[in-house]
C-alpha cells in the first residue's frame, strides 16, 4: 500500500538520491522497441550456425549451450592472439572520455553505457578479469568482472546498440576502435548462438537466394528490366542492362536496395541512365547480385563467406574490373577487407575509365571503383552533357554515410557531382561538426534497421535529424542526398518522425534527373513522375503570361 | 495580474530551476553533459528540451494558438516518447513546473497574497499537461505510423512493377 505518487516521485532522479551503485551493477532495461529480436534458429540452421534456438529476450533463460562461458573466453583467447589491435584496444585505454558524447546512441537515448569508453568496458572489464594478472587478483576493484550470463545479455544489448560507425575513434587520441571491438564482440555472441533475427535473416537469404531480401535471379532479372523500361518512359531512352555477359569489361555490383526498395529504385535508374549515356561495355551478375554484406555485422567469417561471389564472378565473366554502387558497408567491406580475403587479384586489370583514360590509383589492389569516383571523373573530363535545372525542385543537402566517408576518404567526390548536377546555390551543408568526418550516422546501420527496434534507431539518429532540422528551417532544403543504401533505406523512416517535410535521394539519381541524351523525349518529370521547374506546360504557361 | 510579471522578472531563474528537474530525470552523467555542452548540435537533447521549455513558458505569459502550444509540446515530448521512460514520467515535468514556481516565488507569493492567482496558473499548467497527453499519443501513434510506411517502402517497388499504385486500397 502506498499513497498515489507526485509528479517529482515519479522520476527517480528527483525523487530520490540514487542509490551509490557503480555501471557494473545496473542492469540492462529490455523495454520492447529498444532491442533486436534474436536469430530465428530457422535462418540458423540455413547457414550452419552454431546453437539454433527459439529464444526471446525477456525470457529468464536464454538457451546457452552448456559450456557456453569457455566458448566464449577461448574465442576471446583466440582473437586476442589473432588481433593485436583488440589487445591494444582494451590495453591502451585510459578513460580520458574523449569518446563519451560523441556517440550517436548516447546523445539520442542518454543512457551512459551508450558512451564509448563504457561501452568498451562491457568487453574490457572481462578481459581484465580473465586475462590480466591485476584483474584475476583484484577484480572489482580493478574494474574486472566475472562473466556472467548478465553480462552476456547485456552485450547482445549494447553491442547492438553501435553501428559500428567510428565517429567515437575519430576522437579517441588513441584511436581506439570500437567499431572492431563491437564487430569481434558480436563474433563471440555468435559462438553461443546469439545473433539478430534481421541481419541473420539476411544473411541466410543473401547466402542461399543471392540477395539479402531473398529475390531469386529471375525476380532481379525483372526489377532491373523494369526499371529500364521505366527509363524509356520517362525520357524516352532505351537502357539495356545485361546479365552474365561474358567479356563485358566491367562487372557493376549493387546493393540489393536499390532495384527494390524505393527511393534506391531512382538511384537504380540513375546508374542505367548514366552507363548508357557514356556507353559503357558492362554487365550485371545475378549470382553476385548483392554488394550489401550483412555477414560482415554478424562476423568476419560471414562476411568473407558472403563476399566471395563478387571476385567468383568477375573473375567467370572474364571482366576487367569492377564497379561498385552507392552504398556504405559494401564499399567499407570491398575496399578494406577483400582483397585481404582473396588477393592477390591477378585475374583483374588496375581499374582504367574507358571514356576518360583515368587510372584510379587508389584501387590498385582490389581493382574496384566507387560509382562516385568514377562519376566526378567523368564530369571533370566534360563527358556527361548536363542540365542542372532539371534538379531545380531540390534544394540539397548531403549526408556522409559513415562507412563511405569517415572509413574511405570519399567526401569531396559525391560533392563535386552534386555541384555539377544542381543549380547554383541548390546545395547547402550542415553545419561542420555534423558532416564529413564527424558526420552523424543514421542510427540503423550495421543490420539493426529491423522494425521491433524502432524506438532506439529513431533515438540514435536523433543529432543527424536535427542538423537536417537546422538546415531545413533555415535555407529550405527539402531533400538528403546520400551514398549509401541502408541510409536510402532507413533515413526516410529517421526524418519522418524528426523532419517529415525532407525527402531522401541518391546522387546518381540526381544525375540521372539532369542527363540530356541527344534523341530523348521531351522532359517534363524527374525520374518519380515530379514536375520540372520551368518545363513543360509549367513553362508554355509562364511564357504565355509574359507575351 | 501580478502573478504574469512575477514570471516575466524571474523567468531566467525559474526556467533554469525547471531544466534542472528535467535534466535530473536522466542519469547523472548524462545531466551534467545536457547542463554543459551548449553547441546545439553536439548536445542535440540539451538544445531542443531548452528550447522547447522556453517555448512553453512563454505559454504561459501569452496568449498563443493552440496549434504553438502544441509544438512547443511536442520539441520536447517526441524525444522523451522514444527514451525509457512510461508515460507518466515522460510528462511529469509538465506539473513540475508548479514545485518550481511555488519554490522561486514563495516569498512574493505570501507577500503579496497571489494565492488566487497562484491557483489559476497551475490550473494552466494542468491544462498544459493535458495538451501533452494529446502530444505524447500521437507521437506513440507516429511510431507506429513510420514502421508500416517503412515496411511498404521494402514493396513499393515491386508494387509499382504491378501496376498497383501507392493509393490503391
Redo the contacts between chains.
Keep these: 500500500m502506498a499513497k498515489v505518487p507526485t ?2 516521485e ?5 525523487s530520490y538520491e ?1 542509490p551509490e551503485k557503480g555501471w557494473m551493477d545496473v542492469k540492462p ?1 529490455f ?1 520492447p ?2 532491442y533486436c529480436n534474436p536469430a530465428s534458429p530457422k535462418w540458423m540452421e540455413w547457414i550452419n550456425y552454431p546453437y539454433p534456438a527459439a529464444r526471446s529476450v525477456p525470457d529468464d533463460e536464454w538457451a546457452l549451450p552448456q559450456d557456453w562461458k569457455e566458448i566464449v573466453l577461448q574465442g576471446m583467447d583466440d582473437r586476442l592472439k589473432r588481433f593485436r589491435s583488440l589487445k591494444l584496444f582494451f590495453d591502451i585505454c585510459v578513460r580520458c572520455g574523449a569518446c ?2 560523441k556517440c550517436h546512441f ?7 553505457k551508450n ?1 564509448p569508453v563504457l561501452r568498451a568496458e562491457l568487453l574490457r572489464s572481462v578481459y581484465r578479469r580473465y586475462f590480466k594478472t591485476i584483474g584475476r587478483v583484484l577484480s572489482e576493484i580493478a574494474g574486472a568482472r566475472d562473466l556472467t550470463e548478465d553480462v552476456i545479455k547485456e552485450w547482445f544489448f549494447y553491442l547492438y546498440q553501435c553501428t559500428i560507425c567510428r565517429r567515437c575513434s575519430l576522437f579517441c587520441p588513441y584511436g581506439i576502435d570500437m567499431a572492431e571491438m563491437t564487430l569481434l564482440g558480436r563474433e563471440l555472441l555468435a559462438s553461443v548462438g546469439l545473433n539478430i533475427d534481421w541481419a541473420m535473416a539476411s544473411v541466410a537469404q543473401c547466402y542461399d537466394k543471392g540477395s539479402h ?1 531473398g529475390a531469386p535471379p529471375q525476380a532481379f532479372k ?2 532491373v528490366d ?1 526499371l529500364a523500361e ?1 527509363n524509356e518512359r520517362v525520357t524516352g531512352i532505351t537502357t539495356t542492362p545485361s546479365y552474365n555477359r561474358k567479356g563485358a569489361e566491367v562487372l557493376f555490383v549493387m546493393p540489393s536496395g536499390d ?7 531512382f538511384t537504380m535508374m540513375g546508374y542505367l541512365l548514366l552507363f548508357e549515356h557514356i556507353g559503357l561495355d558492362y554487365t550485371l551478375s545475378t549470382y553476385a547480385a548483392e554488394g550489401g554484406n550483412f555477414g560482415w555485422f554478424i562476423s568476419h567469417e560471414m562476411g568473407k563467406r558472403l563476399n566471395a561471389k563478387i571476385y567468383a564472378e568477375a573473375k567467370r565473366l572474364g571482366v576487367k574490373w569492377i564497379l561498385g554502387g552507392e552504398c556504405g558497408h559494401m564499399w567499407r567491406v570491398c575496399n578494406q577487407y577483400m582483397s585481404t580475403w582473396w588477393g592477390p587479384v591477378d585475374f583483374l586489370e588496375k581499374p582504367v575509365s574507358p571514356i576518360t583514360g583515368t587510372r584510379f590509383e587508389n584501387a590498385t589492389v582490389h581493382k574496384m571503383v566507387h560509382i562516385s569516383e568514377f562519376t566526378a571523373d567523368l564530369i571533370h573530363h566534360g563527358k556527361l552533357n548536363l542540365d542542372p535545372q532539371r534538379n531545380a525542385h531540390i534544394k540539397l543537402t548531403f549526408h556522409d554515410s559513415c562507412n563511405t566517408a569517415r572509413g574511405m576518404g570519399i567526401l569531396e567526390e559525391p560533392r563535386y557531382i552534386i555541384n555539377n548536377v544542381l543549380p547554383e546555390g541548390n546545395f547547402v551543408e550542415m ?1 561542420p ?2 558532416i564529413r568526418e564527424k558526420a552523424f550516422c543514421c542510427g540503423s546501420s550495421s543490420g539493426i534497421n529491423a ?1 521491433e527496434n ?2 532506439l534507431r ?2 540514435g539518429g ?2 543527424r535529424a ?2 537536417v532540422r ?1 538546415v531545413h528551417e533555415k535555407y529550405g532544403v527539402n531533400h538528403l542526398g546520400c551514398i549509401c543504401a541502408l541510409d536510402r ?2 533515413l ?2 529517421l526524418l ?3 523532419v517529415p517535410e525532407v525527402g531522401i535521394t541518391g546522387i546518381s539519381e540526381l544525375v540521372g534527373n539532369a542527363l540530356i541524351f541527344p534523341d530523348e523525349i521531351e522532359r517534363t518529370t524527374d525520374l518519380r513522375d515530379r514536375d520540372l521547374v520551368g518545363f513543360g506546360e509549367l513553362a508554355e504557361e509562364a511564357g504565355e503570361e509574359e507575351e | 495580474m501580478q502573478i504574469a510579471t512575477l514570471l516575466s522578472q524571474k523567468k531566467s531563474a525559474i526556467l533554469g530551476r525547471w531544466l534542472t528537474t528535467i535534466y535530473e530525470s536522466y542519469p547523472p552523467e548524462t545531466a551534467i553533459f545536457l547542463r554543459k555542452e551548449k553547441n546545439r548540435f553536439d548536445n542535440p537533447m540539451g538544445y531542443r528540451i531548452s528550447e522547447g521549455m522556453e517555448g512553453l513558458y512563454g505559454t504561459l505569459l501569452q496568449e498563443l494558438e493552440r496549434d504553438q502550444i502544441l509544438t512547443c509540446l511536442d520539441e520536447i515530448i517526441r524525444i522523451r516518447a522514444l527514451q525509457d521512460f512510461a508515460p507518466s514520467q515522460a510528462l511529469a515535468f509538465i506539473f513540475l513546473l508548479k514545485n518550481v514556481i511555488r519554490q522561486e516565488l514563495a516569498e512574493e507569493i505570501r507577500q503579496e497574497n497571489l494565492a488566487a492567482e497562484v491557483l489559476e496558473l497551475e490550473s494552466r499548467i494542468d491544462g498544459l499537461a493535458l495538451l501533452g497527453f494529446d502530444v505524447y499519443t500521437k507521437r506513440r501513434e507516429k511510431i507506429c505510423e513510420i514502421k508500416a510506411d517503412e515496411a511498404k517502402r521494402r514493396i513499393s517497388g515491386l508494387m509499382r512493377k504491378a501496376g498497383i499504385g501507392d493509393d490503391s486500397p
Design positions: 509528479p517529482a515519479l522520476l527517480p532522479g528527483l540514487p532495461d523495454r522497441g529498444t563519451a558524447d548516447f546523445l539520442g537515448t542518454g543512457d551512459p558512451m531480401i525483372d526489377m523494369f521505366e532495384y527494390f526498395a524505393d527511393p534506391g529504385t553545419p561538426n555534423t522494425n524502432m524506438e529513431m533515438q536523433f543529432p536535427n542538423a537546422f533505406a532507413t526516410p523512416t519522418e518522425y524528426w
